[in-house]
């Protein structure tokens, strides 16, 4: 009998601890297992169709998830440790790059996850309170996955081809990362809110709020020119494949 040959995986720890996920959910475990990425996956990452669509990425990690999960509802930041995790899996943990004209090499097996207080965070509940500084306003919200960042894009899509100068991605974000505003879960009070009550200042303090609480990696290397808060490391099809000359 032909025995089938099995892929040597990788147990992927998840910033999110799994934490905001719901109980029955196998990304509740806090961990997903992933396999080593093989020359099928190069395949992926050399599709020009994925490519110019902006999906190669995420063709690429839904092929090496070994854990049965809906990809959309990854939260962002549990993405992010799984592409580092497909990098280092795939080619290594050193990744060079070019910075102001420099050679760069990152370590990526030494990125840690942000620093926040779990203690905010509810096990099996992706739903936050905040009042807003200014007017006082009771919200709640909640952490973007991945199935709401593709959503985003496509409405952002579809406001551009309506309105060519259009500039709404902050605010419709936010209309996406809301749940409700003083107990009302209405999309309606949601937008209203959005685009006519709240001001510059409690809109930057949500967002500060929500950097203090949202899981992910830090992806910043600190260059010795650079800015003291660090430089986002680039991530391209390259970081995948770094022999892909694309």
């Known amino acids: 009998m032909e025995q089938k040959q099995k892929f040597p995986t ?3 720890e998840l910033p999110s601890k799994g934490l905001l996920y719901p109980k029955d959910s196998a990304l509740a475990e806090g961990k997903i297992e992933m396999k080593y990425m093989t020359a099928r996956e190069e395949d992926i990452l050399t599709n020009q169709n994925y490519i110019q669509q902006g999906v190669v990425i995420d063709k690429l990690l839904q092929s090496l998830i070994v854990t049965p999960i809906n990809y959309g509802d990854l939260l962002v930041g549990d993405k992010n440790a799984i592409l580092i995790a497909s990098r280092v899996l795939g080619y290594g943990k050193d990744y060079e790059f070019e910075y102001k004209g420099q050679k760069e090499i990152v370590d990526l097996s030494e990125i840690k996850n942000k620093d926040i207080d779990y203690s905010l965070l509810e096990k099996g509940k ?23 960042e593709k959503a985003i894009e ?24 809301i749940t409700s505003v003083e107990g009302s879960p209405e999309p309606k009070t949601i937008r209203d809110f959005v685009d006519n009550f709240l001001l510059a200042r409690d809109s930057r303090a949500l967002r500060e709020y929500i950097n203090i609480i949202q899981p992910d990696v830090d992806l910043r290397f600190f260059p010795e020119d650079g800015p003291d808060g660090g430089v986002d490391i680039p991530i391209g099809v390259t970081f995948l494949w770094p022999d892909a000359g694309l």
């Open 10 to 12: 990788e147990m992927v």
């Open 126 to 148: 992706n739903e936050f309170t905040f009042t807003t500084p200014s007017t006082n306003t009771n919200i709640t919200f909640k952490i973007l996955t991945h199935g709401d």
């Open 154 to 177: 496509q409405e952002i899509k579809g406001l551009k081809k309506i309105y060519k100068d259009s500039s709404a991605e902050l605010t419709t974000r936010l209309k996406r990362m």
